[in-house]
């Protein structure tokens, strides 16, 4: 049995890339970054191409349907208030998602000046339903919960104390690698 290779379909013109971006634009926010990979597909290849997402992208700032300074700003909030993450989670992902980084900063900057990382911390906890490790192995769990969730290793022996956790706990804690215990490479 033999396989047709998928037949690419016709390349929008300007007016129907558009209406694909702004109905892409209604199901969910997104960044200039996402948009303009997201059209990629739907254009000819090549400077035509190129010339319709940058149309379609400058009419889209312009009407304020696609602006990346409001949705980092709102991108930040929810992921503080909603899921509880520490301010290098939330980079992680505004600079995945291909922010600027000068906005990245002065964003969670302003986001993350009254909040204390290790309320937050507690509350992400708590949002998890994590209790009071009681053995060393419940404590590295807490640890890469933590780790993963953004927060700092300062912030994280914070909560670690004041769960009076044991010292010898603590100092094999000291030893871990941030990228490893995230599950990042």
Same mark, same amino acid.
């Given at each position: 049995m033999s396989f047709k290779p998928k037949k690419r379909p016709e390349p929008f013109d300007e007016a129907k890339l558009y209406e694909y971006a702004v109905g892409a634009l209604g199901r969910r926010?997104?960044?200039?970054? $996402?948009?303009?990979? +997201?059209?990629?597909?739907?254009?000819?290849?090549?400077?035509?191409?190129?010339?319709?997402?940058?149309?379609?992208?400058?009419?889209?700032? $312009?009407?304020?349907? +696609?602006?990346?300074?409001?949705?980092?700003?709102t991108f930040t909030r929810l992921r503080q208030e909603n899921d509880k993450f520490g301010k290098r989670r939330v980079q992680q992902e505004l600079s995945r998602k291909g922010v600027a980084s000068e906005l990245i900063s002065s964003t969670l900057d302003v986001a993350y000046e009254s909040v204390s990382e290790e309320e937050l911390a507690r509350k992400h906890l708590e949002r998890k339903r994590v209790k009071q490790p009681a053995t060393e192995k419940e404590s590295a769990r807490v640890v890469r919960l933590l780790v993963r969730g953004g927060f700092s290793l300062g912030v994280i022996f914070k909560v670690l104390k004041s769960w009076n956790v044991s010292d010898e706990t603590l100092a094999a804690i000291e030893t871990i690698d941030l990228n490893e215990a995230a599950g990042y490479e």
């Open positions: 926010m997104r960044t200039v970054v $996402e948009l303009k990979r +997201l059209m990629r597909s739907r254009v000819e290849e090549g400077e035509s191409g190129q010339a319709k997402i940058l149309a379609v992208v400058t009419r889209l700032e $312009e009407q304020h349907y +696609l602006d990346d300074p409001a949705y980092a700003v």
